[in-house]
Structure formats: structure tokens, C-alpha cells
């Protein structure tokens, strides 16, 4: 995503193999610090045209333990450390690749186990690999919103008039696996 600006392909078949490898890595680096990797996103749903950016969900025990003992270690692997966002999600750590660093993009939103935000990801993610029809329509806004907002300027506004859609979704998962939690 070269300067911020939104830019969707198709689908493409290497992006789950492109997540295990970066989970690998990230398990020999950090070990049993991570207690659990799922690929998340738009990547993650076979046929859903994305940013071409695997997101990577890494759960640990605590963010005390992510903070004390995984970012350095995630830093000195090519990623970029957000600290500013931990001011919007105190309870996540973000990382990202650093252009140049790596043949791929990837995003790590490391949280700890089991909590809200881990299960919504989850929901969201099997929800669209359950039913084509809400994963095309997602693709569909995703496609009409990257034309919309498409300078650096208004990509924030691009993942801001998703939120609707993705909530509905994920409201439409709870009821549909019978699940409730906060987050």
C-alpha cells in the first residue's frame, strides 16, 4: 500500500501460505510467549479481493508480556512498532512491515487470549468463508470505497465506512454461532 493509498486485488492463493510462513517466524522468535497465531482480514477469506497485507492476530497471556518481553523482539524481525495507537487500543499491540524490509506486507495485531476483540476478528473472518454471498457483497464495498477514498488523505474515511457493514456482520455471526462477548 504505497503511501497509504487503498489499492484492492484479487484474491490470490499464496496468502495463506504467506501468513504460515510469517507465523513460523514468529513463533521461532518469540516462542512460547505466542500462544495462539490466526490469520485474519480480508487475506484470510478464500476469493475476498484485500489490500494486499496478511494480518496476523497473535494472542498472548498479557499485554504486560508483550510489552515487556515481544516488541523488541518483533522490531528486530523488519516490523514498525505503532506505539501511537496504543492511545485508541490500549489492549493491542500493532505492528507493521517496513517497505523494503520484506517481499511481503504484513500487520500484527497482537492481544491477549480469548478476549473481545479476538473472538470478533474470528467471527467476522468464518462468517464470510461461510456464506460467498456476504463476503462478495463485502468485496463489492471494499472495491466502491477504494475508488471513493482514494489518496492518503482519505484512507482513514475508506476503513471508517466499513465499520457499519463489518458490524452487522459480526452481530449476523453472533446470532448465527450462538455467541456473545464484549468487544
Known amino acids: 500500500m504505497p503511501n497509504g493509498v487503498v489499492k484492492i486485488v484479487e484474491y490470490n492463493p499464496i496468502w495463506p501460505s504467506l501468513f504460515q510462513k510469517e507465523k ?3 513463533k521461532d522468535t ?4 505466542i500462544l495462539a497465531g490466526e490469520h485474519i482480514g480480508s487475506t484470510s477469506v478464500p476469493g475476498l479481493g484485500a489490500k494486499d497485507i496478511i494480518d496476523l492476530m ?22 514498525k512498532y505503532s506505539k501511537h495507537l496504543e492511545e485508541f487500543y490500549p489492549n493491542r499491540r500493532y505492528f507493521s512491515t517496513i517497505p523494503g524490509e520484506m517481499e511481503y506486507h504484513c500487520h500484527i495485531h497482537m492481544v491477549e487470549w ?6 470478533k476478528h474470528l467471527i467476522f473472518r468464518d462468517y464470510l468463508r ?13 472495491i466502491k470505497l477504494s475508488e471513493i477514498h482514494n489518496s492518503e488523505e ?10 457499519e457493514f463489518i458490524e ?16
Open 30 to 33: 518469540c516462542g512460547s510467549y
Open 168 to 183: 452487522d456482520v459480526v452481530n449476523k455471526a453472533k446470532r448465527y454461532y450462538n455467541v456473545d462477548f464484549l468487544g
Open 58 to 79: 497473535v494472542a498472548v497471556e498479557s499485554i504486560e508480556i508483550a510489552d515487556k518481553f515481544l516488541i523488541e523482539k518483533i522490531i528486530g524481525m523488519g516490523y
Open 154 to 163: 482519505t484512507r482513514i474515511l475508506y476503513t471508517d465506512s466499513k465499520t
Open 130 to 142: 461461510e456464506f460467498p454471498n456476504v463476503r462478495d457483497a463485502y468485496y463489492n464495498l471494499k
Open 24 to 26: 513460523k517466524r514468529l
Open 114 to 119: 480469548d478476549t473481545g476483540f479476538w473472538r
